[in-house]
């Protein structure tokens, strides 16, 4: 099992930025894909940014010039750098990593964090 423990929420003003961070903790084989997800009220679930174990990142259009994802294989944590925050970015933001047993793969999803972006 893996457990994910995010940090790094808050409320800030539009214009600001704020750097998530998931750590990935237990018995870990090989962790994979690590992402971001966001969930605004009344709007499903959505992929921010993902990063593969080998670096490559993918991006949501709507936050490509603002966020980085970034990541630490040997740390088997996650980032995700947002700047020039607007209101519209206001969600619980959701950590998710795949992993790896031999031929199964595994999905696991943190308990999310609060992202407030004041007007």
């Known amino acids: 099992q893996v457990q994910l423990v995010e940090s790094g929420g808050g409320l800030v003003q539009a214009g600001g930025s704020l750097r998530l961070s998931c750590a990935a903790s237990?018995?870990?084989?090989?962790?994979?894909?690590m992402g971001w997800y966001r969930q605004a009220p009344g709007k499903q679930r959505e992929l921010v940014a993902g990063i593969t174990s080998g670096g490559s990142t993918n991006y949501a259009d709507s936050v490509k010039d603002r966020c980085t994802i970034s990541r630490d294989n040997a740390k088997n944590t996650v980032w995700l750098q947002m700047n020039s925050l607007k209101p519209e970015d206001t969600a619980v933001y959701y950590c998710?990593?795949?992993?790896?047993?031999?031929?199964?793969?595994?999905?696991?999803w943190g308990q999310g964090t609060q992202v407030t972006v004041s007007s």
């Open positions: 237990g018995s870990i084989f090989s962790i994979t894909f």
């Open positions: 998710k990593v795949y992993e790896m047993r031999g031929p199964y793969q595994y999905d696991y």
